[in-house]
């Protein structure tokens, strides 16, 4: 018995070794910003990655709750289960905190969460893929990885405060200043913004797999707008 549960351990273990092989063959970079209206009144999340489809996997949102980036190695559940926090009443930091506890991978995440309060909080494992950071400022949340480097934030940031326009607008654009920093180092394949009020979702735009994702996520966004 005692030299079965040794060889299971050990297979186990190669299991695990061999999980942190792949993920680190399949590092996904990404950048997202999370940001509020000036009026309060909606709130977004807008996302570009080197990796397809990154709009069913990192922005989450809610209408009247907050929105949410999960990403690097991406675990889903901090955008799903997370949103149901915030709407059961707990604060961004403490529903990251609560599901940062459950995580025994939480090193390899990268989350942002801000609900309709403007209150935030950003988490950024060890293990997530350098070039990672962030910024933040009074409306909004910036969080990148595998990127070319701190510009990529810092374009993305700068150029989310000087846009004028609708929230949709302006988060689109800051991508793509995000994009034309330096952006995922494999370049972008996919890009997705989601807009949401306090009783409904007002913007919802996915373009799964794409040469130039933002300038065709804003192209379809102008579309929109007319």
Same mark, same amino acid.
């Given at each position: 018995m ?5 060889q ?7 299991l695990?070794?061999?999980?942190y092989?792949?993920?680190?063959k ?22 570009a990655?080197? #990796?397809m489809?990154?709009?069913d ?11 949410i ?16 926090l915030?709407?059961?009443?707990l604060?961004p930091?403490?529903?990251?905190n609560? /599901?940062?506890?459950?995580?025994s991978e939480?090193e /390899?995440?990268?989350v942002a969460i801000?609900?309709?309060? *403007? ?18 400022g009074?409306?909004y949340?910036?969080i ?5 480097g ?10 989310f ?14 991508? *793509?200043?995000?994009?034309? #920093?330096?952006?995922d180092k ?6 997705? /913004? ?9 913007? *919802?735009? *996915?373009?799964d797999e794409?040469?130039?994702? !933002?300038e065709?996520l !804003?192209?379809?966004?102008? !579309?929109?707008?007319?």
């Open positions: 005692t030299r079965f549960i040794a299971a351990i050990n297979y186990f273990g190669k695990i070794h061999l999980q092989e792949v993920m680190a399949m590092k996904t970079g990404t950048f997202s910003i999370l940001a509020m209206s000036p009026n309060s009144k909606l709130m977004g999340v807008a996302v990655s080197g #990796s489809s990154v709009g996997r990192v922005p989450h949102a809610m209408s009247g709750v907050g929105v980036a999960t990403q690097a190695y991406t675990n889903v559940a901090y955008g799903t289960k997370g949103l149901e915030l709407a059961n009443g604060s930091k403490e529903a990251l609560k /599901l940062l506890m459950e995580d939480r /390899l995440r990268q801000m609900d309709f309060k *403007k209150r935030k909080t950003v988490f950024t494992g060890t293990g997530v893929p350098v070039w990672h950071g962030g910024a933040t009074e409306n949340v910036v990148g990885n595998l990127l070319a701190k510009n990529v934030v810092l374009g993305i940031a700068e150029e405060e000087k846009t004028n326009g609708g929230l949709a607008w302006r988060m689109a654009r800051a991508l *793509k200043a995000g994009s034309e #920093s330096g952006g494999r370049g972008e394949r996919s890009a997705a /913004l989601v807009v949401v009020d306090r009783e409904k979702v007002e913007v *919802k735009i *996915k373009v794409h040469e130039a994702p !933002i065709e !804003i192209r379809k966004l102008e !579309i929109r707008m007319r």
